[in-house]
């Protein structure tokens, strides 16, 4: 699998999380924490190891190189918002409301990425350099997934 695929993958996973977080208004919180807790490990893995592989990759052609940092940097505003929502109590309407503006960061992000920045990528790396990418993203994601799920257990814990 190329490295698009593997990255639109991620997007529509980390979509599919969100719409079901703010549709779940009648589930209760634990279900809610265990949604939310798929979703902070789905995107913990996804903004690293995007950053470490895809993003590498990408930094030092002329054409990408002043577009990474914009995206690393949206990256942490997806991330901050992830560790306030962690904290709150998630059967609140402000949870709901930061949740929004998660989902709206996320949107952002993947707009961005796969309207400006994959169709410039596909200029700069062949096919094989996709391919190996996209298996790199993948093993990397695997590589990590214990220690973030880790760390997720112990501050939540």
Request: without cysteine.
């Amino acid at each position: 699998m190329n490295i698009y695929d593997v990255l639109q993958e991620d997007h529509e996973t980390a979509s599919e999380l969100l719409a079901s977080l703010l549709e779940s208004a009648g589930q209760g919180e634990k279900q809610r924490a265990s949604l939310f807790h798929e979703l902070q490990i789905e995107l913990e893995l996804h903004t690293a190891a995007e950053e470490k592989v895809f993003y590498a990759a990408l930094q030092s052609a002329e054409e990408t190189a002043e577009r990474i940092p914009e995206a690393i940097e949206e990256h942490r505003e997806v991330l901050e918002l992830l560790e306030e929502l962690a904290v709150m109590a998630k059967n609140t309407t402000e949870w709901l409301e930061k949740l929004s503006d998660l989902q709206d960061a996320v949107e952002q992000h993947v707009d961005e990425e796969e309207s400006e920045l994959f169709p410039v990528a596909h200029e700069i790396l062949s096919d094989e350099q996709a391919e190996e990418l996209g298996e790199r993203m993948v093993a990397e994601k695997d590589a990590m997934a214990g220690e973030v799920k880790r760390k997720l257990a112990a501050v939540a814990g």
